[in-house]
């Protein structure tokens, strides 16, 4: 069984950092594509980027473009997204996802088909 777990958010002010981490059981995250969404209040399930181990390809959104990084640790089976000079439009429960199915990453949310519970983000002005 697949199961997903984020953990690392909270609050931050302005400019601050955050390293979200996904610790994934049941698959070895380097054999499939990580995906990294969010969704702020009364809006839909947006982008954040995403990255295929096989070929390390990766993609982000240009809303978050270097900014934010995805990296792993194979040895704890974990993806983290680090997060850097947030700004309050970075506020949203974020979550990880995994595409089982294609060898490049893709921003598209029905591409996943394995979703961790969220963590929130909240960064202040």
């Known amino acids: 069984q697949v199961q997903l777990a984020e953990s690392g958010g909270g609050l931050v002010q302005t400019g601050g ?3 979200l981490s996904c610790a994934a059981s049941g698959l070895t ?5 990580m ?5 702020a209040p009364g ?3 947006e982008f954040v980027g995403a990255i295929s181990w096989a070929g390390m ?5 240009d809303s978050v473009k270097g900014r934010f990084t995805i990296s792993g640790d194979n040895a704890k089976n ?27 990453p893709g921003a598209n949310p029905s591409l996943y088909d394995y979703w961790g519970q969220g963590t929130q983000v909240t960064v202040s002005s």
């Open 35 to 39: 995906g990294w969404f969010r969704q």
């Open 57 to 61: 390809n990766s993609l982000y959104s």
């Open 78 to 104: 974990t993806v983290y997204l680090q997060m850097n000079s947030l700004k309050p439009e970075d506020t949203a429960v974020y979550y990880c996802a995994v595409d089982n199915r294609s060898p490049l």
């Open 29 to 33: 995250f380097s054999s499939y594509t």
């Open 43 to 45: 809006k839909e399930y």
């Open 17 to 19: 950092s955050l390293r």
